[in-house]
């Protein structure tokens, strides 16, 4: 069953439409990562969600309630969710146990089972031990972690998090990552986390849903999203993909012929027969002597992970300035000839998400 439910989701602020007609419905227990470039709309999303807006148009359900439409709203606190937020939002002068407790007394657990639910948060997000401290005695992991553990404590369904690693150097966000992951799958409640940090989203969850300007492009698995584009835009915005205009001249159960400037190629794909886009990242290009499917010259090498990852610039098509990594250093205007190994075809008014809208996001094993 769906835990989470949107439907042609809308919210203007002023004359702006801030998100526009999004759907999508994701499973009991997934791990949903939102992500998309900065003010695309993910925390306006995450609000309607959590009930700290009302949506202009469409209808949020979870479960089978419906808790914001044309004639329902479920205010925040009836909604049976966790908030974690950039900034931790603890109080100062309150202990780690007294943050944590402080939705318990207005859940309204008796003392015992409040004792009992803290114990046992601190334990799973690994601050046994620390109750006592104050916030101001913690690293800000270990105060992004009792956010986390007072979000748990009332045993919410669904847990929304707004960056919340944001505040982290590098090398603690991967270590919380890892911990997100263990915490969700102990849990079995439903995350929603917002990111616009791909790497982080392609890390953490089952499921990325991809915005682009209060829309949504698509969602699916980490690996759908790398294969198999639905739009130009998801294609450049994952994994440092790149796309080059095609025309397809065939189209024939998952696989499309495609002239690349003057060459032939056939690519899986769904495109239709008309104009077209061919998304590919560095991996699936080849460097070859001759005889290859794409001309380029060499406009520059930075040398990274030990190789030179080679900037090359097409020369027989108008397209952008493709990149792989080759183990030689090449002097500036060198002739590099490349074919490709893998790549995938998308349609140039094929609108995204089609599969996504209704499609369910099955929680990861
Ligand atoms: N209360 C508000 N009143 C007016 N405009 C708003 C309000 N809240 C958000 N917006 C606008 O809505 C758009 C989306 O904002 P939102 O905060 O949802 O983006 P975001 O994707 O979370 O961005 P970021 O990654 O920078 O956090 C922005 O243009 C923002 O200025
Ligand atoms: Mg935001």
Redo the contacts with the bound molecule.
Sequence with gaps: MPSLTLTAVSKR??S?Q?LDAVSLSIADGAFLALL??????????LRLIAGLEVPDGGEIRFDEQVVAGRTAFVPPERRRIGMVFQSYALWPTMSVRGNIEFGLKVAGLASAERAARIDEVLEVVGLRGLGDRRPHELSGGQRQRVALARSLATRPKLILLD?PLANLDAHLREAMLAEFRRIHSLTGATFVF?T?DQDEAMAVATHVAVMDRGRLQQIGTPEDLYRRPASPMVARFIGRGRTLPVRVVKADGGRNRVMLGQQLLDLPGQAPVGHGWLSFHASDLKRVPEGGELKTELVGQVFQNGAFLSHCMPTEIDGDVVSLPLSERLKPSTPVELTFTGGWVIGDGQRACDAGVTRRVETAA
């Excluded at 470039?37 to 999303?45: A, E, H, M, N």
């Design positions: 602020f002023d702006v801030v998309g470039p900065s003010g695309c709309g993910k925390t306006t999303l960056e917002v616009h």
